[in-house]
């Protein structure tokens, strides 16, 4: 007779199997974020999200499995400029692909897959208004037209514009491309997952309270001199300083899904952006 345990043995092999047969008819698109910091992690999540949400050549479902790992800048605490804020985004998207590769994640050894599909890492900087813009700034706001007086331009020097740069590590794959745009006349050759290729995308830039541009000057990182003027703890892990500054209606995750969008499109257009 059969013992009682052997329907739940059964009822687990067969589970194992359906999961296993998901995973084989699911197409699975794999990211490493170059962050653990949730809003960056979210911001990745919902820009993947929204790029498979209508892939035209996937023949089965789309999954997307977004990791976390702690990758370095290697660039200033707080960066300064384009340069420098890119090169950071790109150290971090080269980190974390290093990270991923070197040890897959639990969540993913299912998948089969031994490296991530695409790599992100996000940067967040600030930067100097040239000095021109800066005085006509200044010139409108006191009513001077476009004519700086010296008080004006001493209130340009404080001026600091916040801004972040996100790079994308992927490659010419199949898999990367699968969200090609539905006129695109890209097809990927064999060796074309041994190819990275590279997209990037900028976020609009505001101007930062003076304030707080004071304390960036002075050597503080952006986000601990938000937590002092505006009196938050961890800002940079929430809202962040576009989210209190527009009430809300932009915060910081959101501020970096459009640039994160815009960095997809070697992907969307591959015949555009690869092997060009």
């Excluded at 035209?56 to 370095?72: M, W």
């Excluded at 490296?115 to 006509?136: H, K, N, Q, R, T």
């Excluded at 972040?164 to 898999?175: C, E, L, Y």
């Excluded at 800002?235 to 576009?242: A, D, E, I, L, Y």
Aim: hydrophobic letters at 40%; glycine letters at 10%; one cysteine or more.
């Amino acid at each position: 007779a059969a013992q009682p345990h052997e329907p739940l043995k059964s009822n687990k092999a067969t589970l194992a199997a359906l999961q296993r047969r998901h995973i084989t008819m699911t197409t699975n698109v794999w990211i490493a974020v170059g962050s653990a910091n949730p809003c960056k992690v979210e911001a990745v999540r919902s820009a993947f999200e929204d790029l498979y949400a209508d892939a035209p050549t996937a023949s089965a479902p789309v999954q997307i499995h977004v990791t976390s790992h702690n990758a370095p800048s290697n660039v200033s605490e707080q960066p300064y400029g384009d340069l420098e804020t890119k090169l950071g985004a790109v150290n971090r998207a080269n980190a974390a692909w290093e990270a991923a590769t070197s040890s897959v994640p639990e969540s993913i050894r299912g998948l089969g897959k031994s490296a991530p599909d695409f790599s992100v890492g996000l940067e967040g900087g600030v930067e100097e208004a040239p000095a021109s813009a800066a005085g006509i700034m200044a010139a409108a706001r006191s009513g001077g037209g476009d004519k700086a007086s010296a008080g004006d331009e001493s209130k340009a020097a404080n001026v600091l514009w916040c801004m972040a740069w996100m790079a994308v590590r992927g490659s010419g794959s199949s898999i990367c491309t699968l969200a090609k745009a539905p006129d695109s006349s890209y097809k990927a050759d064999a060796d074309a997952s041994d190819k990275p290729v590279w997209g990037f995308g900028r976020t609009g830039s505001f101007e930062l309270p003076p304030e707080v541009a004071t304390l960036v000057h002075g050597g503080m990182e952006l986000g601990d001199a938000d937590d002092k003027v505006f009196n938050r703890v961890k800002s940079k892990h929430g809202s962040g300083t576009v989210g209190i500054l527009t009430k809300g209606m932009i915060d910081r995750s959101s501020y970096y899904v459009h640039s994160l969008k815009l960095a997809l499109v070697p992907w969307i257009r591959p015949e555009l952006y690869i092997d060009m």
